[in-house]
């Protein structure tokens, strides 16, 4: 198991401009190479501020220039706003410029105000999903290949540029539905979980269900494999904390609204903040989350890593506003007096 970072770049201060989010997120992850996180992670979302970022795959390969080591993923490449043949030549253009350190999320997405602007139906994500996952398992594992689905096609081609990962690089994929987990299972790729502002036990749910499966598909359970990424802060100040936390209930709300198209915008893309049914106070989402001093984080982590077995956890410590540099000294409390304890804790100390 490791450690990595999520980062979403969005833009809760609509005087911070695009320019500066990006320069961030890139200087975040060159401090986590640096820390020893072993992966960093980039959102894909349109035409709002919930995220600036329209191409994780851009900001992989932009970052590919500034790192050494460090793998860099997608999280996630939403699926049905692809054509096939574009997605599989940056693949392999984006995981050839990285040497292969490129880390594959594949998403079904799930924000209807982005699909409507894109003209593809929510509904049929699922099915676009599956297709551009057979796309990519065939195109990548033999020189020339065609393929002709319900929504997608592609004629007979050969990829140009091929990844330096052979045949491919790891998929990861995110979401919960149950044709795409049983094919995860199947074809021993990664699921990616959230839990959003929720606690360990509807994480736990998740592996429970996997793990179903795999019996199913006549695999080992033990060996399913889950990524975790988790809004997460760690601080010895109050009041960081509790900004981070308002920071956490910000980005939820936007998601929330943009998901059931309650949205309402304003100065042409900036979502503005709402509260929905059932959200979570400060005081809960302090509990569920590891957001807190060094022992709690500690604790709350290590909780997480004995029930979920996962082979990856990424944490979010930018969100919102949240100030840059408090971002990264919270990057610094986990590499250098969180994430050795949980380790050590949990038996996965080098």
Same mark, same amino acid.
């Given at each position: ?5 999520f980062?979403?770049?969005?833009q809760?201060d ?11 997120a890139a200087?975040?992850?060159e ?13 894909e ?9 329209p ?11 500034r790192?050494?080591?460090i793998?860099?993923?997608s ?5 049905p ?5 574009r ?7 984006v995981?050839?410029?990285s040497?292969?350190?490129l880390?594959?999320g ?11 602007r894109?003209g593809?139906e ?8 599956s297709e551009?996952l057979?796309?990519i ?13 319900k929504?997608?096609?592609?004629f ?5 540029c091929?990844?330096a990962?052979?045949?491919?690089p790891?998929?990861?994929y995110?979401g919960?539905?149950p ?12 699921? !990616? /979980? @959230?839990?959003?502002l929720?606690?360990?036990? &509807? ?5 429970e269900?996997?793990?179903? $499966?795999a =019996? ?5 359970p ?9 809004l997460? !802060? /760690? @601080?010895?100040?109050?009041?960081d904390?509790? &900004?981070?936390v308002?920071?956490a209930?910000?980005?939820?709300? $936007?998601? =929330? ?10 100065n042409?893309?900036?979502v503005?903040e709402?509260?929905?049914d059932d959200?979570?106070d400060?005081?809960t989402?302090?509990?569920?989350l ?7 984080c500690?604790?709350k ?20 506003d949240?100030?840059h540099?408090?971002?990264?000294q919270s990057m ?8 050795p304890?949980?380790l050590k ?6």
């Amino acid at each position: 198991m490791d450690f990595g970072i999520f980062n979403i770049m969005q833009q809760r201060d609509i005087t911070k401009s695009p320019t500066q989010i990006f320069d961030e997120a890139a200087e975040q992850t060159e401090v986590a190479e640096q820390l020893g996180f072993k992966k960093a992670w980039y959102a894909e979302h349109h035409f709002s501020n919930y995220s600036l970022c329209p191409s994780p795959l851009m900001m992989v390969a932009h970052m590919a220039g500034r790192t050494k080591t460090i793998r860099l993923g997608s999280a996630v490449v939403v699926a049905p706003l692809y054509t096939p043949a574009r997605l599989l030549a940056e693949i392999g253009m984006v995981d050839t410029l990285s040497h292969g350190r490129l880390e594959l999320g594949i998403g079904m997405g799930y924000q209807r105000y982005e699909f409507e602007r894109f003209g593809v139906e929510l509904d049929e994500a699922r099915d676009r999903t599956s297709e551009m996952l057979d796309i990519i398992e065939k195109a990548f594992a033999q020189p020339v290949f065609e393929y002709e689905g319900k929504h997608l096609k592609q004629f007979r081609s050969s990829i140009s540029c091929r990844p330096a990962q052979q045949p491919a690089p790891p998929i990861w994929y995110a979401g919960g539905d149950p044709v795409h987990l049983r094919r995860m299972v199947r074809n021993d790729h990664t699921l !990616f /979980v @959230s839990g959003l502002l929720g606690g360990v036990t &509807r994480l736990k749910a998740m592996r429970e269900q996997l793990e179903k $499966l795999a =019996v199913e598909e006549k695999k080992d359970p033990a060996k399913i494999r889950i990524g975790v990424t988790r809004l997460a !802060f /760690v @601080s010895n100040n109050k009041k960081d904390i509790d &900004r981070y936390v308002d920071c956490a209930l910000y980005q939820q709300r $936007l998601a =929330v609204s943009l998901k059931l198209r309650r949205e309402v915008v304003a100065n042409d893309y900036h979502v503005q903040e709402q509260p929905y049914d059932d959200e979570p106070d400060d005081e809960t989402i302090k509990r569920n989350l590891p957001v807190g001093d060094v022992d709690s984080c500690i604790e709350k982590m290590v909780r997480l890593v004995r029930e979920l077995k996962p082979v990856h956890v990424a944490i979010q410590t930018q969100v919102g506003d949240m100030d840059h540099r408090k971002s990264l000294q919270s990057m610094e409390l986990w590499a250098k007096e969180v994430m050795p304890v949980v380790l050590k804790e949990t038996g996965h100390a080098a």
